[in-house]
C-alpha cells in the first residue's frame, strides 16, 4: 500500500511537471509582425522583415518559406537592432511565400515559439519599377522598410515594384541591373540614384556618365528609363546625426546633376522638399538625409502625376 501511494505520488508530479513544461515550453511569447508586403502592390526586391521587440530578448530569427517548392530560402539572424532584419540577397525567384520570426539566444536556440506566419506573392513581369537607394527602399531609422508607411510607393497610386537598395550609389546600380532589373522585365523604369553618390564626394560628371549607362542598358533591354531628382540633404542634422558626408560642394554637384535629368525629361521628386536655401526641410527629416511621411508623399503623388501624364496607356492595360 505505501509503495502503492509513494508510485502514485510520484506519478502525480511527473505529469503536473510534464504538463507545466508544456505550458511553459519557451521563456517568451511569439513576436507579433509589422510588415506589410502583403498589402504592398509588390513586394520589395530586398524586404525588411520587422516585428515588435519583445522585451528583455537581443536575438530574432528570421525565415523564410518558398511555399511552391516546400522549402526554406531564408534563414537571418538579426543584426540590424531588435525589431527589423532587411534580406540583402534580391528575392527574384516569382512564386508565393511566407516568412515567421522567433526570438533566440546568441547560439540560435529558441526562446519563443514562432511567430505567425505572413504570406506575400512574387510576380513577374511588371510594367512599372523603381531602380535606387534608400529613399526609395523606404530607409529610415524611424520606421522599419516593411512598412507601408515608410516608402513613398506607398502614396503612388500607379503600382511600382521596389528593386531599390538601401547604401546604393549609382555604379551599385549598373552592376546589379541585370540581376535585379531584368527579371522583372519593366515596361518603365523610373531611376533615383545618386545621392550616396554626392554623399561621398562624387562629381556630377560621374554620376551623369553612369546614369547615362543606366538608360543605355535600359533601353537595350527595351525599357523606358526615366531618371527622378536627387533629394535634398540637410548638412547641419546630417552631421549632428554623424552621418558621413564629404566636406566637397555637394550642393553644387546635386544641382548640375538635377539640371541635367530635367533636360532629359526627367521627373522632379524634389518639389516642395526643399527650404528656402536648397537643403532638404528640417520639419520633413529625422535625419537629414531621409524624407519623412509628409516629404514621401510629396514623393509619391508627384511620380504619380508624371505618370498619368506620359503613361496613361500603360496605364489603363492594368
Not at 511552391?68 to 534580406?87: A, S, Y
Not at 506573392?121 to 534608400?134: I, K, R, Y
Not at 533636360?263 to 518639389?271: E, H, L, P
Amino acid at each position: 500500500m505505501k509503495n502503492f501511494f509513494a508510485f502514485s505520488v510520484i506519478f502525480f508530479i511527473l505529469i503536473y511537471c510534464s504538463t507545466t513544461f508544456a505550458e511553459n515550453k519557451f521563456k517568451f511569447p511569439a513576436p507579433i509582425l509589422t510588415a506589410e508586403f502583403s498589402k504592398m502592390d509588390y513586394p520589395p526586391l530586398y524586404p525588411t522583415y520587422s516585428w515588435l521587440p519583445v522585451p528583455k530578448t537581443e536575438f530574432y530569427q528570421v525565415q523564410v518559406f518558398k511555399v511552391d517548392d516546400n522549402k526554406i530560402v531564408r534563414d537571418l539572424k538579426n543584426d540590424e537592432g531588435f525589431d527589423r532584419e532587411t534580406d540583402w540577397q534580391p528575392l527574384n525567384e516569382v512564386g508565393k511565400y511566407f516568412w515567421q520570426v522567433r526570438v533566440v539566444d546568441k547560439k540560435n536556440k529558441p526562446l519563443s515559439d514562432w511567430s505567425e506566419k505572413k504570406f506575400f506573392e512574387v510576380t513577374a513581369p511588371v510594367t512599372f519599377a523603381v531602380l535606387g537607394d534608400s529613399i526609395s527602399h523606404g530607409g529610415a531609422n524611424y520606421i522599419p522598410a516593411g512598412q507601408l508607411s515608410c516608402q513613398w510607393e506607398t502614396y503612388c497610386a500607379v503600382p511600382i515594384k521596389n528593386l531599390a537598395r538601401s547604401g546604393d550609389t549609382t555604379e551599385m546600380m549598373i552592376d546589379r541591373f541585370d540581376s535585379d532589373v531584368l527579371p522583372f522585365s519593366p515596361k518603365v523604369l523610373l531611376i533615383i540614384g545618386g545621392v550616396n553618390d554626392i554623399r561621398e564626394g562624387k562629381t556630377a560628371d560621374e554620376v551623369i556618365k553612369n546614369l547615362e549607362i543606366l538608360r543605355e542598358k535600359c533601353l537595350k533591354n527595351n525599357i523606358t528609363p526615366i531618371f527622378g531628382t536627387l533629394t535634398p540633404m540637410n548638412e547641419k542634422i546630417i552631421l549632428a546625426k554623424k552621418i558621413f558626408l564629404t566636406e566637397k560642394d555637394w550642393r553644387t554637384e546635386r544641382k548640375k546633376i538635377n539640371a541635367w535629368i530635367l533636360q532629359n525629361g526627367g521627373v522632379d521628386i524634389s518639389a516642395g522638399l526643399e527650404d528656402n536655401f536648397g537643403e532638404l526641410r528640417e520639419d520633413f527629416t529625422p535625419d537629414g538625409l531621409h524624407p519623412d511621411l509628409r516629404g514621401k508623399m510629396l514623393m509619391g503623388r508627384a511620380v504619380e502625376n508624371y505618370l498619368q501624364k506620359n503613361f496613361s496607356e500603360l496605364i489603363a492595360e492594368k
